[in-house]
């Protein structure tokens, strides 16, 4: 069974840091991404990892502060979460797919973590 567990949410000061984790089992995926939905919004892609070449992808608005990797040898993928915003704040889940979906759209994973909070107060 394909199992996607997140951990390392919180809260943190605007301008601090988090990082997230995703422990992976199951298979091995083409595409790693974290997304984040906050409270009466809609669920964005905030970055992606294409594992065949180890191309990234991010949301415009966390570009340059957030960065996603993946230690192949633990199969866990990370988000590195810098400089945070309140508007960061949101439930964060990773998801995988064995397509290549760098355009970060949710219907594009099949699989998906049960999230993690992450909150950065104003």
């Known amino acids: 069974d394909v199992q996607l567990v997140e951990s390392g949410g919180g809260s943190a000061l605007a301008g601090g840091s988090v990082r997230l984790s995703c422990a992976a089992s199951?298979?091995?995926?083409?595409?790693y991404s974290w997304f984040r939905q906050a409270p009466g919004q809609e669920r964005e892609g905030v970055a992606a990892?294409?594992?065949?070449?180890?191309?990234?992808y991010y949301l415009n608005s966390v570009e340059g502060r957030f960065t996603i990797s993946k230690d192949n040898a633990k199969n866990t993928l990370y988000l590195q979460m810098n400089s945070l915003k309140p508007e960061d704040s949101a439930m964060y889940y990773c998801a995988a797919s064995f397509g290549y979906c760098n355009n970060m759209a949710p219907g594009a994973f099949g699989y998906w973590g049960q999230g993690t909070q992450v909150t950065v107060p104003s």
């Open positions: 199951g298979y091995t995926f083409n595409t």
């Open positions: 990892i294409d594992t065949g070449d180890g191309s990234t």
